[in-house]
């Protein structure tokens, strides 16, 4: 084990070089002329919206490839290279990042066969690789290393599904940083790849058929050559693949909704006899669910009759946890806002006939999963974890036992395990892999990370405060101990506030080191996640949607009035939907932030639902395509609310020039109107990384060296 006093001792340098560093980088600010930002041509686009005139000036942005938006990325490239350049303290931050990222670090193992299938990353590996070890004790061996796969580590292995006997896992990339996925299938004795590849797949949405001859899985319509970044995808149909025939032979199992502004996705029953059809209303965010009977017929696996309704209305959110052959059991938020689990007979699934077995209480249920004869429900207690456990008729077990305040996350199996796999993490401890014994109730170490650092140095606090309509938000505050609440302490405010999305404790390298040289961390859980359930949801969805902003905004004041940062010393970050967050406050609180950080940002919310899976948002947003809506977006959306020649506050847009979730183009044509719009002399630069794309399989050098402008680009104007 490696000392932490070694790892203190060599933070010593960073930290002088970050003090020395502060004089000239104030001045730097103080003398610093306008940049001179690359030309951005202001083209005549108007659009009409219900009689409502809005220009979009630079529309010709939305075109990644054109020769002109490329030598734009070039430009805008050397620019903000130039810039990070300049900042002394750059080096030493991004030295300091490669050694707390060398660490070995593990995901949440499955359990198929008798064999245990898991990622692990050495340290500063660009790819976790994937392993299998027989049994919780057995030896591990390298089953897909995707490294060598590229030469710059942008190969991902995104996601891996073991046949139910343990003998083959289906496996997926992602090149670039896409969300589309290749599926191929590797034989785990003798580590060779059999000849099948699906290629039309997103997201992931993958499961063995009971005899392990084929798969079932989420198929997208392929996109017009050269537009698979960018072009609109239609909803998936699930198909199903036999082994060792081609793609182009799949059969489809589930057709796609027919009504627009429907989806679908789907799971199957314990022994795969049974694919429950979820259908989702976009608009609403609430399903129907079907049952579909399956047999296997001619040689491959096939629908059997038509499926049958088990919830209909769109009137709830209800989910299948798990079912023993004869009943099902299911998480619902049907008059539980919170949410509660239910059994549902199949043959009389009318509501009426349903049997509540853990009722809706305080906390709102996060996740819940049937294994070895018990119901593990996950909830959150004001963003933080808690599990309790129940049997199949809903009587109360107790509790797991988790090693602290923080998030777990897991307890995935089948009905016949007598085991399961669950993660815990927290901001300054890394996530521990532990298992638990479903007969005795103990949990056991699986695996564990270790890093040269003391935890003991740093404290998080939770702390509420009041937003603007009166609503009491909490938030994590997260430092080291000798951090004194004097006004002075550069901080990093961190939200997303959108898609039910919890923010609960956990461990990230960038925050650590941002923890190490002074800084402060606070994360608040704004309306439109889902730490307090669906109410709290909804509250910041479509025309409530102001009321996130508000939140975060509420956040920074009570920062500043608590004396721990002031405006020029506070910085507000997000990505996507954050990315989103960050743009609306900065361009309604200019004078509120020292610098702002929007990544891989939300930012046309006129034009959002046009490309990719954009669509798939509305139930959140709204779209424009709608009056009131269209109203309600306008006046956040932050490339259409900036005031030319307001002062506004340093500013470092981040993107990818692959990005097919939020298309490159919303942060292109916000950065070019910021930089246009910008009446001070705080620098707005956009960093783009090309080959990668909005977040997930992005290369551990490459996060390295985001994380270490990120950090640079904030010592230099916050004065760290």
């Known amino acids: 084990m490696r000392d932490p006093r070694i790892a203190a001792m060599k933070l010593r340098p960073l930290l002088a070089l970050l003090a020395c560093t502060l004089g000239a980088a104030l001045a730097c600010q103080a003398a610093a002329p306008r940049f001179a930002y690359p030309d951005a041509a202001r083209s005549d686009v108007v659009d009409d919206y219900h009689g409502t005139s809005v220009a979009d000036p630079y529309r010709w942005l939305e075109d990644a490839d054109a020769p002109a938006t490329r030598a734009w990325i070039e430009a805008e490239n050397a620019l903000t290279f130039d810039y990070l350049e300049h900042v002394p303290a750059r080096d030493k931050i991004r030295a300091r990042l490669t050694e707390l990222w060398d660490f070995e670090r593990y995901e949440l193992p499955t359990e198929a066969g008798g064999r245990i299938f898991f990622r692990k990353n050495d340290g500063l590996q660009n790819q976790s690789v994937l392993y299998v070890a027989d049994g919780p004790t057995g030896a591990e061996r390298v089953l897909l290393d995707p490294n060598p796969l590229s030469a710059d580590g942008t190969v991902a292995l995104m996601s891996f599904v073991p046949s139910p006997d343990g003998k083959r896992v289906a496996y997926s990339l992602s090149d670039g940083g896409s969300d589309w996925r290749t599926w191929k299938v ?57 082994l060792g025939t081609s793609e182009a032979a799949d059969v489809v199992i589930a057709r796609r909704p027919a009504q627009e502004g429907r989806s679908q996705s789907f799971a199957l029953s314990e022994d795969r006899t049974v694919l429950f059809q979820s259908v989702l209303d976009v608009a609403s965010r609430q399903n129907e669910l079907y049952r579909l009977p399956l047999e296997a017929r001619d040689g491959a696996w096939k629908a059997r009759g038509e499926p049958q309704p088990l919830v209909q209305g769109f009137d709830a959110r209800t989910f299948v946890v798990g079912d023993d052959g004869h009943v099902l059991w299911a998480q619902t938020d049907l008059a539980a806002e919170r949410g509660r689990i239910v059994a549902i007979d199949p043959g009389h699934p009318e509501r009426s006939a349903w049997k509540e077995l853990v009722p809706e209480c305080a906390e709102a249920i996060q996740g819940a999963d049937e294994v070895g004869g018990r119901l593990f429900v996950e909830y959150l207690k004001d963003a933080r974890s808690l599990v309790r456990l129940f049997d199949p008729a809903g009587t109360r077990l107790g509790e797991v036992v988790l090693p602290g305040l923080g998030s777990a996350a897991g307890f995935s199996g089948e009905h016949d395990d007598d085991a399961t796999f669950y993660s815990f993490t927290s901001f300054t401890r890394p996530a521990t892999i532990l298992r638990y014994d479903v007969n005795s109730g103990k949990s056991s170490v699986f695996r564990e990370s270790t890093l040269s650092y003391d935890p003991d140095a740093y404290v998080t606090e939770q702390v509420f405060y009041t937003s603007k309509d009166g609503t009491r938000v909490p938030m994590f505050v997260t430092h080291r101990r000798d951090v004194v609440r004097d006004g002075s302490n550069a901080t990093y405010l961190y939200g997303y506030g959108g898609f039910g999305v919890s923010l609960t404790p956990s461990f990230s390298v960038p925050n650590l080191v941002w923890l190490e040289m002074g800084g402060v961390l606070a994360i608040p859980n704004l309306r439109g996640g889902g730490e307090y359930g669906e109410a709290w949801h909804e509250a910041g969805t479509k025309l409530h949607k102001q009321n996130v902003f508000d939140d975060f905004i509420a956040a920074a004041e009570w920062l500043i009035a608590s004396d721990w940062t002031r405006t020029p010393k506070l910085a507000i970050g997000g990505g996507s939907n954050g990315g989103l967050l960050v743009g609306a406050c900065l361009t309604q609180r200019p004078d509120l932030f020292g610098a702002t950080l929007p990544a891989v940002g939300v ?55 692959h990005d097919d979730r939020v298309v490159p183009a919303h942060s292109f044509k916000f950065a070019a109107a910021l930089q246009a719009a910008q009446g001070g002399a705080e620098p707005v630069l956009i960093r783009i990384e090309t080959r990668a794309g909005h977040g997930a399989g992005k290369p551990t050098a490459m996060q390295i060296e985001e994380a270490a402008d990120r950090w640079a680009f904030l010592v230099r104007e916050l004065g760290l």
């Open 186 to 242: 590797r034989d785990v004795d003798s580590g060779q790849d059999l000849t099948d590849v699906l290629t039309r797949n997103k997201f992931g949405g993958l499961d063995w058929a009971a005899d392990g001859a084929g798969l079932f899985y989420s198929r997208y319509d392929a996109p017009p050559p050269g537009s698979e970044l960018q072009a609109k995808n239609a909803p998936p149909d699930v198909c199903y693949h036999r």
């Open 603 to 657: 930012m046309d919310m006129l034009r959002y639902h046009k490309f990719t899976i954009g669509w798939a948002w509305a139930g959140d947003y709204g779209t424009a395509d709608d009056a009131q809506q269209f109203q309600a977006l306008r006046a956040y959306s932050p490339l259409h609310n900036m005031q030319p020649g307001t002062h506004y506050p340093a500013t470092l847009v981040t993107t990818a020039d």
